[in-house]
């Protein structure tokens, strides 16, 4: 019967934890949506890289919800078995709370060994490549713009206009202008493409059959040259120097550096596995309620503790670093404390139940 008992209750927290996951994911990615497509709207980034932009920063951000996931579903689970009496059914028949923590640890081990693979290796790994997006989307410059119906500046060596755009999405009944030694110099094409060179800060910007006007402003003489295809280079504004932030380093690097902010780093990114473990033994006797109420009746004071842990985690990281705290104690006297409270609170919540228990038989004796 434990056995089943256990079965049960890891796919009753199981799903749960799915449940909580995809909403928060949801939200999450909503959150995302709104900023990138507003940065797209202000062509502050390419359209193309909208959708690489999301999925980054979803990865970069699941290992930071996962913990929240799986300790309000196991809330949720739980409650909906305190309130339909089926837990404390179970807790008669001696399926107590010692027994009810390894199907929660059945579920909270491996999801921790994902968290923690996640933030140590593909957290970092998708900063980066949203970092590498961003950089890309600054050396374009204006370009990125290249639209039918707008003008667009060749940063700073002219402006080009097209009408409209083909299937293949080259621009078409194109107007370009531009000045040369003090010369003005008029495009006027039929067709026009952006085209790569060897050099990553410059892009070509290629006129396909059409007239080029070339002459001095105020002056009668003009020279008309017509092309089959005629290249403007358009030099791009730099990217940004230096290398990646510490959220986007490998771990190797961090433990291999072993100055005080790559320690606070990757103590940080070991957090998520720590809490999610930590709450989760933690959600047990958070769980507990009296018999009829609502399932949802230990959510406030399971969103406190949450709120305190997750501050006071961002809080010794901010200590450590302005050394309030010593280097070598970082954030894991955070876990300790909040591990000793969930081991108390477990204890608490066992003892009662001893207590309750020989009080029964106590008076089952006495009659």
């Given at each position: 019967?434990?056995?089943?008992?256990?079965?049960?209750?890891?796919?009753?927290?199981?799903?749960?934890?799915?449940?909580?996951?995809?909403?928060?994911?949801?939200?999450?990615?909503?959150?995302?949506?709104?900023?990138?497509?507003?940065?797209?709207?202000?062509?502050?980034?390419?359209?193309?890289?909208?959708?690489?932009?999301?999925?980054?920063?979803?990865?970069?951000?699941?290992?930071?919800?996962?913990?929240?996931?799986?300790?309000?579903?196991?809330?949720?689970?739980?409650?909906?078995?305190?309130?339909?009496?089926?837990?404390?059914?179970?807790?008669?028949?001696?399926?107590?709370i010692?027994?009810?923590?390894?199907?929660?640890?059945?579920?909270?081990?491996?999801?921790?060994?994902?968290?923690?693979?996640?933030?140590?290796?593909?957290?970092?790994?998708?900063?980066?490549?949203?970092?590498?997006?961003?950089?890309?989307?600054?050396?374009?410059?204006?370009?990125?713009?290249?639209?039918?119906?707008?003008?667009?500046?060749?940063?700073?060596?002219?402006?080009?206009?097209?009408?409209?755009?083909?299937?293949?999405?080259?621009?078409?009944?194109?107007?370009?202008?531009?000045?040369?030694?003090?010369?003005?110099?008029?495009?006027?094409?039929?067709?026009?493409?952006?085209?790569?060179?060897?050099?990553?800060?410059?892009?070509?910007?290629?006129?396909?059959?059409?007239?080029?006007?070339?002459?001095?402003?105020?002056e009668?003489?003009?020279?008309?040259?017509?092309f089959?295809?005629?290249?403007?280079?358009?030099?791009?504004?730099?990217?940004?120097s230096?290398?990646?932030?510490?959220?986007?380093?490998?771990?190797?690097?961090?433990?291999?550096?072993?100055?005080?902010?790559?320690?606070?780093?990757?103590?940080?990114?070991?957090?998520?596995?720590?809490?999610?473990?930590?709450?989760?033994?933690?959600?047990?006797?958070?769980?507990?309620?009296l018999?009829?109420?609502?399932?949802?009746?230990?959510?406030?004071?399971?969103?406190?503790?949450?709120?305190?842990?997750?501050?006071?985690?961002?809080?010794?990281i901010?200590?450590?670093?302005?050394?309030?705290?010593?280097?070598?104690?970082?954030?894991?006297?955070?876990?300790?404390?909040?591990?000793?409270?969930?081991?108390?609170?477990?204890?608490?919540?066992?003892?009662?139940?001893?207590r309750?228990?020989?009080?029964r038989?106590g008076?089952?004796?006495?009659?």
């Amino acid at each position: 019967m434990r056995r089943i008992l256990d079965r049960y209750l890891f796919r009753e927290a199981l799903s749960h934890f799915v449940g909580a996951l995809a909403v928060l994911l949801l939200l999450l990615a909503t959150n995302q949506c709104v900023r990138i497509i507003s940065a797209a709207a202000s062509q502050r980034l390419p359209r193309e890289s909208v959708l690489p932009m999301i999925g980054y920063t979803c990865l970069q951000y699941l290992p930071v919800i996962m913990p929240a996931a799986l300790f309000f579903g196991l809330l949720l689970a739980l409650g909906r078995l305190c309130r339909d009496s089926e837990l404390p059914a179970s807790m008669a028949c001696g399926y107590g709370i010692r027994s009810q923590l390894l199907p929660v640890l059945s579920l909270a081990v491996p999801v921790a060994a994902l968290a923690c693979w996640m933030t140590l290796g593909l957290a970092p790994d998708a900063r980066r490549a949203v970092d590498e997006l961003e950089r890309e989307a600054a050396s374009l410059g204006d370009l990125r713009r290249l639209e039918p119906g707008r003008f667009v500046g060749l940063g700073g060596q002219g402006v080009v206009y097209a009408e409209q755009a083909d299937e293949e999405g080259r621009l078409e009944r194109v107007f370009g202008h531009r000045q040369v030694d003090g010369r003005m110099q008029v495009i006027v094409a039929d067709r026009m493409a952006l085209k790569e060179t060897t050099d990553p800060l410059v892009r070509m910007v290629t006129f396909e059959d059409g007239l080029l006007y070339d002459g001095w402003p105020g002056e009668s003489e003009l020279r008309v040259v017509r092309f089959a295809e005629h290249g403007i280079p358009a030099v791009m504004p730099e990217a940004g120097s230096g290398g990646f932030g510490l959220d986007a380093a490998r771990t190797a690097d961090l433990l291999a550096s072993g100055g005080l902010e790559s320690q606070l780093e990757f103590q940080r990114r070991l957090s998520a596995p720590l809490v999610l473990l930590i709450l989760a033994v933690m959600a047990l006797p958070l769980s507990r309620r009296l018999p009829r109420q609502s399932r949802f009746a230990s959510l406030p004071w399971a969103l406190l503790v949450y709120v305190i842990y997750t501050n006071l985690v961002t809080a010794a990281i901010s200590w450590s670093a302005q050394g309030l705290t010593p280097a070598w104690l970082g954030i894991w006297w955070v876990h300790l404390l909040l591990a000793g409270a969930a081991a108390a609170c477990f204890g608490l919540g066992d003892a009662h139940r001893l207590r309750r228990w020989r009080r029964r038989l106590g008076a089952r004796a006495a009659a």
